[in-house]
């Protein structure tokens, strides 16, 4: 091989870039475990199944979003027949009243920054 | 290819850093806007597009005049723009990334751009107008690339990339008329609404493109070995001459459609501009200046012996670079605004950050221009070297 | 050899990299369908084409009021810089002379020519904003003719401030919340960078209750009522008193109209 001695140190340099974050996490004592989240008390179902809920609860918001917004389609038909309003605050914030136990903990566990609360007031919680 | 760029005088890396320097400047300030925002520009809720989106028109105009020799070279069949086409498609290249970048530092929320492709809305010039810079920015690169390629292997280029290259000539014309149509459809802006907006940009770019185009040319003969000869110059010169006289004739056109017809909302305008308004006098040097250029370039470019001076042509194409800069740049967006809709004069002075970034985007042009001449050279000189 | 697979690696990705970005254009188009009947709640309050009638007459403006501008911008969070060049606003008000350049004639009285009148989005029927918008972030509702504004997708691009004949949009040059007396949590503040302007105050209408400017004049100068049924107020004035509308040679259909 032509220039090894530029070529494998410089793969060396490379893998031990891309699996910094991994080196990091371990050193700052990190588990990578996802975090224990506090479900609402004495509710059973979301607006999907749960495991729904957490792959598409994004596309789900930005599809009510868009809906409410700007189609006027505000209601949301439950599959149990229920009805739902397209709303952050009122229909999520209803019953995930903690956010910090629960967005925010699995946010920041993730790395994602939602810009909803920048424009939109947070409901006050007692 | 590109290793051509990677290897070069003291000189090509004392320009390279100097621009990266520029451009590392220019940073700085466009992190500060990114934080604080649009405000530490000059623009204000009544003058809304300022330095940059003028740059973006200017720059079209700079893109769309490859087509000057592209056309009579591939057309025409004329020779003598062999040697030049190249530099012309690696002089649209950085033109138009330029014209994007004046556009995403202009936006208010940059990351959201993808929302023009992704909510494509047929009836904006704006969405029509990203389409036509996209597809100029392929064609070009696509053309350069294919044909650049054959001429160092010294073989014909391929067939199938003569549809492409006379595809590329009404798409050069259609960006700037696109371009022009950004302002021209807007029901409420007198100085805009004129159905020569179009050819007005067009002929100020056929000018403007080709004088810099020579600036050019006349540096790289000086600079390099590389020589594409004085005539096809000297007949640059003409187009820009020929094109500079459209320019200033469309202009004189406005101006008497609008004073002679006397209506306030398109005449205010252009009071504003050239004598001021309320009091208001920040444009009128800068707009006379721009006339006073227009009238020496022509002079210069229109007596022979002048324009045929290797010493006098570049300060005609230097005039004409200004002239067309400060007329379609400041003069055409400030002046499209003020007097405001509800007939406020307000004045408009770009910010230190914003003259800054925008040098930024200029460094980028620059370097990106610098690389490809530098490539092209290059390997032309080795293809003389050959010979 | 080496060198041309890599430079054909290299043109492969790059083809690739437009491949995938051409996708979600398709599927944007592909998506666009009809939306399903809107469900408004019932105590919502609809219309056909909802108008809005300022009586210049009854205004109390030279007697210090500005009611419906304090309270407009109290409800929609609309900041205040304390100077021109951030500036922000839904209603303002402007001199006669100025809110309708092209109507003000030489002897006519300093009463009228300086008097001050309400400006605000004429929510225009044929709206040039929306038609110059590259990403739909402002569009014309089909039920009620109120031209909205989408603050999620807008780009900041101020296409639509050029476009508009009568000034009526503003743009956030800086982060607005910082600048917000008192946060009204009834209504989101907006994030820097995009347009905003009067949204005839949609948020109440669905809610059941009328714009609040016209909730706040004490003069009874503001009507808003739909301009399809004949019994309405707003058809009413309008057929009883002489009106005019801010520039109506454009073509937008101002659907703001002045009796004067």
């Known amino acids: 091989m032509h220039d090894a001695k530029y ?33 609402p008390e004495g509710e059973s179902q979301c607006v999907l199944p749960k495991d729904e809920m957490k792959g598409e609860h994004m596309q789900i918001l930005d599809d009510w979003r868009d809906e409410a917004v700007r189609d006027g389609e505000r209601y949301y038909v439950h599959p149990d027949g229920t009805t739902r309003e397209k709303s952050l605050t009122n229909t999520c914030l209803g019953c995930h009243g903690d956010r910090a136990q629960f967005c925010i903990k699995c946010h920041d566990y993730a790395g994602v920054k939602p810009y909803c609360w920048d424009c939109h007031i947070e409901p006050e919680r007692d | 290819m590109l290793d051509k760029a990677l290897s070069g005088s003291s000189r090509y890396w004392t320009w390279v850093i100097a621009l990266m320097a520029i451009i590392g400047i220019g940073f700085v300030f466009w992190v500060q806007q990114m934080i ?107 053309i350069a690339y294919v044909t650049f390629g054959a001429e160092k292997k010294g073989i014909a280029p391929p067939k199938w990339i003569k549809p492409i290259i006379i595809l590329s000539i009404p798409w050069a014309v259609s960006i700037h008329t696109v371009t022009a149509f950004l302002y021209s459809g807007l029901p409420g802006r007198g100085f805009w609404l004129t159905a020569i907006m179009a050819p007005r940009f067009l002929a100020s770019a056929f000018a403007g493109g080709p004088a810099i185009l020579i600036l050019l040319v006349l540096l790289v003969r000086k600079l390099t070995k590389f020589d594409p000869g004085l005539k096809p110059i000297f007949k640059l010169a003409e187009i820009v001459t020929y094109a500079m006289l459209v320019n200033v004739f469309f202009v004189l056109m406005e101006i008497f ?128 070297q050959v010979k | 050899m080496a060198k041309s697979t890599r430079r054909g690696f290299l043109k492969l990705a790059g083809v690739a990299a437009v491949g995938m970005g051409a996708k979600p254009v398709y599927d944007a188009f592909a998506r666009r369908s009809a939306p399903e009947q809107p469900t408004p709640p019932a105590e919502a309050l609809t219309a056909k084409r909802w108008a809005m009638v300022v009586d210049t007459r009854k205004c109390l403006r030279e007697h210090g009021c500005t009611d419906c501008i304090t309270t407009c911008h109290l409800v929609h969070n609309v900041p205040d810089f304390g100077n021109p060049k951030d500036e922000v606003k839904w209603v303002w008000k402007e001199q006669f002379e100025h809110g309708f350049p092209e109507q003000h004639n030489e002897f006519m009285s300093d009463d009228l020519r300086h008097k001050d009148v309400l400006l605000l989005c004429n929510h225009c029927d044929n709206p040039p904003c929306v038609r110059v918008c590259p990403t739909q972030a402002t569009w014309k509702r089909e039920a009620d003719g109120i031209v909205m504004m989408d603050m999620h997708r807008c780009i900041g691009c101020r296409y639509c401030m050029a476009a508009c004949p009568y000034g009526s949009r503003s743009f956030n040059w800086r982060d607005p919340r910082t600048h917000i007396a008192k946060i009204d949590e009834g209504f989101p503040t907006r994030t820097r960078g995009v347009v905003e302007k009067c949204n005839f105050c949609a948020e109440r209408l669905v809610r059941g209750e009328i ?26 004035l309008l057929s009883r008193h002489f009106n005019i509308r801010r520039k109506p040679g454009l073509g937008t259909q101002p659907e703001v109209y002045y009796i004067v």
Request: proline share 6%.
């Open chain 1, 7 to 39: 070529i494998v140190p410089g793969l060396v340099a490379f893998l031990v870039l891309i699996t910094l974050p991994l080196w990091y996490n371990a050193a700052m004592g990190r588990s990578a475990v996802g975090p224990t989240l506090q479900y």
């Open chain 2, 36 to 142: 604080e925002g649009l405000t530490i520009t000059g623009l204000s809720r009544d003058v809304t597009w300022g330095l940059y989106i003028a740059q973006l028109t200017f720059f079209v105009g700079v893109a769309a005049s490859a087509v000057m020799v592209v056309l009579p070279y591939y057309l025409h069949d004329y020779k003598e723009f062999g040697k030049l086409t190249i530099l012309g498609e690696f002089l649209a290249i950085p033109a138009v990334i330029m014209c994007m970048a004046f556009v995403f530092v202009d936006m208010g929320q940059p990351i959201r751009i993808v929302n023009v492709f992704l909510h494509p809305s047929p009836t904006s010039p704006m969405f029509w107008d990203t389409v036509a810079l996209f597809g100029y920015l392929v064609l070009n690169v696509v």
């Open chain 2, 257 to 384: 459609t609008v004073f002679y017809s006397q209506i306030p909302g398109h005449m205010d305008h252009f009071t504003f501009l050239y004598v001021g308004l309320d009091g208001n006098t920040t444009l009128v040097p800068w707009m006379w200046t721009s006339t006073i250029l227009a009238a020496v370039a022509l002079f210069l470019l229109l007596v022979p012996k002048l324009r045929r001076n290797e010493k006098v042509l570049p300060v005609a194409c230097g005039s004409v670079i200004v002239s067309i800069w400060i007329d379609k740049g400041l003069g055409l967006m400030t002046g499209g605004f003020v007097p405001t809709p509800t007939h406020h004069v307000v004045s408009y002075v770009p910010t230190l950050p914003e003259i800054m970034i925008t040098l930024m985007v200029y460094g980028v042009g620059a370097l990106i221009l610098t690389v490809l001449y530098k490539i092209a050279i290059t390997e032309r000189e080795i293809i003389e």
């Open chain 3, 211 to 236: 714009p609040a400017c016209v909730e706040a004049c004490k003069a009874k100068a503001l009507a808003f009522g739909d301009l399809e049924d004949p019994e309405s107020e707003v058809r009413d």
